[in-house]
């Protein structure tokens, strides 16, 4: 399948709110269900736009097959572990239809470019234990576990923490200066 990514838009927010909370919930993500505070967050697009980069990755037809919230430094409202001179991603989502289809992927490298090009020296992230679908595609991407990462957002929940060190990224990402 073809994949774009581009700037979420505000046409777009609706739907990648709905499909963000659907992917997190179906994946088991949302430690209280619907009634998850997060899942409010994950839907409040219009307010990570204007907050952050919301990327979008769009499908050969327009569709909206998944989203990713770009936070370029450590002192970024939405950073949560990226140290000084590190970017991080957070609220990566893709519909359960494009899944295994490259929207993620695309979407990560899509950060990962971003970062690059902005001279950081590390791409970060916070994901569930039970995300081992997502754990696969950043470890094929080069990242790797960062257990000094790993945290609490709310007692019920663990993150676990990834890098990739972009000054080791361009093997591993087939990305290059």
């Known amino acids: 399948m073809t994949v774009t990514v581009r700037v979420a838009r505000p046409a777009d927010f609706g739907r990648l709110g709905e499909l963000s909370?659907?992917?997190y919930l179906d994946s088991?993500?949302?430690?209280?269900g619907e009634s998850d505070w997060y899942a409010g967050e994950l839907r409040d697009v219009a307010r990570?736009?204007?907050?952050?980069?919301?990327?979008v990755a769009v499908g050969p037809g327009g569709e909206i097959l998944g989203g990713v919230t770009y936070v370029p430094s450590h002192d970024h409202p939405y950073a949560e572990v990226a140290?000084?001179?590190?970017?991080e991603f957070r609220m990566l989502?893709?519909?359960?239809?494009?899944?295994?289809k490259g929207a993620g992927e695309a979407l990560v490298r899509a950060v990962i470019e971003r970062a690059r090009a902005a001279a950081r020296t590390a791409v970060v992230l916070s994901t569930q234990p039970v995300a081992t679908a997502s754990h696969r595609?950043?470890?094929r991407v080069g990242f790797r576990r960062a257990p000094e990462r790993d945290w609490a957002p709310v007692p019920e929940v663990t993150l676990?923490?990834?890098?990739?060190r972009l000054t080791e990224a361009a093997d591993a990402t087939g990305l290059t200066d």
């Open 21 to 23: 909370a659907a992917a």
């Open 28 to 32: 088991g993500l949302l430690a209280f």
């Open 48 to 55: 990570r736009a204007r907050e952050a980069e919301v990327l």
């Open 83 to 87: 140290r000084a001179g590190e970017a």
């Open 93 to 100: 989502a893709v519909a359960a239809e494009a899944r295994g």
């Open 137 to 139: 595609l950043y470890e």
């Open 160 to 164: 676990i923490g990834y890098e990739l």
